[in-house]
């Protein structure tokens, strides 16, 4: 029996990146070998074993041979005899496919080293085309290591191609592209996952709405990118210098969808995107079925943030309007991530990268001010039952057109 370190712990040593998790191959045992020496089992598709002090996971080496479509459909073989060698070679890339020898030899069969020295993703073997996932986990790897410079290699870009042209991402469950999707909208680049989705043909199986952005043009003295598709890109990338937030990264990634839906002798304008976006943020949550929270910030992403833009022009009844839509009464901590977003979305283009959002600290200070005006206030003036709602609502407008006096006198 051999015990191997493998996959990103070995990879992430040679970038000089913090190992997070150890995983390791064990070959020439069975099963009942790692349960004679403590170990737990905890896997039930195939062998894989906690050890008794670290915890840490042990897998027993082994092969995968297709036997339907989708990810889901391979026999797995875990004979003793299986080798080091043959476990790396039905993994996805060559730099997770090296493994250390617990004297601290490398086993590097594939050219990991090399891959890493070109900084290229680069996968192991034609078995890489047996498992559609593995399209959408490349380029949540690109998302990762862009700024270290790595690109998916040709051969591999047009293998996922290949893929994608035969129907091969259409037997995903959508359970597994939201979990490959939120984890690449973690990664420092999270643009670069759109991008090599879109290279490979992906982004138009599982991702329409969004490849429908890419063609359109937008009016150039707002956005001198032109395109609606290079713009959300751009969005995406203000996000995630603003935030860690999943959701901020995947409302702004959606904000503009309605821009895909309006007609061309309407273009480079497009009146009315907000509202006609709605339906197609809807339609891609739930086929991703994203959670509740990504799936309601993106909507009120998508339907206020021109309202927001336009905050300091608006009116105390439309300041409220505003504040009632996005329900800030009972959840005023809803605002700050929309913020983000549509200050993602000012510095989405070319030149304004870096520009101030004053929109941001007006809306924080304008709910402030709304907020002074209570219900208990109402009712010691003497409103009583559904009175009081009414007389709350025309008190708060009128404090905050007070307010927009004292900030604008003429």
């Not at 915890?55 to 459909?73: D, M, N, P, V």
């Not at 192991?124 to 085309?129: G, K």
Request: charged share 25%.
């Amino acid at each position: 029996m051999k015990i191997y370190l493998v996959g990103g712990a070995v990879r992430d040593q040679f970038l000089q990146r913090p190992v997070k998790d150890n995983d390791w191959v064990v070959t020439g045992a069975t099963a009942q070998d790692m349960l004679d020496r403590g170990y737990r089992q905890v896997g039930s598709d195939f062998p894989v074993f906690l050890h008794p002090d670290s915890k840490e996971e042990y897998a027993l080496a082994r092969t995968e041979r297709k036997s339907g479509k989708g990810y889901q459909g391979f026999i797995c073989d875990f004979s003793p005899d299986i080798t080091l060698e043959e476990d790396l070679q039905r993994r996805d890339l060559t730099i997770n496919a090296m493994a250390q020898a617990q004297d601290g030899t490398l086993v590097d069969p594939y050219g990991g080293q090399r891959d890493i020295r070109e900084r290229l993703l680069r996968h192991v073997s034609s078995a890489f085309a047996e498992d559609p996932l593995r399209v959408l986990r490349v380029a949540r790897f690109a998302a990762r290591f862009a700024d270290l410079g790595f690109t998916v290699a040709p051969e591999t870009m047009s293998l996922m191609q290949q893929m994608v042209a035969a129907g091969e991402l259409e037997h995903l469950v959508p359970e597994r592209v939201w979990t490959e999707t939120s984890r690449a909208l973690g990664e420092a680049r999270p643009d670069v996952y759109i991008q090599v989705l879109r290279d490979s043909g992906a982004l138009a199986v599982w991702f329409e709405e969004i490849a429908a952005l890419f063609g359109v043009p937008q009016n150039l003295q707002w956005h001198p990118e032109e395109d609606t598709g290079v713009h959300t890109l751009m969005v995406l990338t203000q996000a995630a210098r603003l935030s860690d937030d999943i959701n901020v990264r995947w409302a702004a990634l959606l904000h503009d969808l309605g821009k895909a839906a309006t007609p061309e002798n309407l273009w480079p304008e497009h009146p009315g995107h907000e509202e006609a976006g709605m339906a197609r943020v809807r339609a891609l949550c739930t086929r991703l079925k994203a959670p509740n929270d990504a799936r309601q910030l993106a909507l009120h992403a998508c339907e206020f943030h021109g309202r927001v833009h336009r905050i300091r022009s608006s009116s105390g009844a439309a300041i409220l309007t505003l504040f009632d839509r996005l329900d800030l009464w009972r959840r005023p901590e809803s605002l700050e991530p929309l913020l983000l977003v549509c200050t993602a979305d000012a510095r989405g283009r070319p030149g304004h990268e870096d520009e101030p959002y004053p929109q941001a600290a007006f809306c924080r200070e304008a709910l402030q001010v709304a907020l002074e005006v209570t219900a208990k206030q109402m009712m010691a003036q003497g409103h009583k039952g559904a009175e009081i709602r009414t007389a709350l609502a025309n008190a708060r407008a009128a404090r905050l057109d007070e307010w927009l006096a004292e900030k604008n006198p003429s």
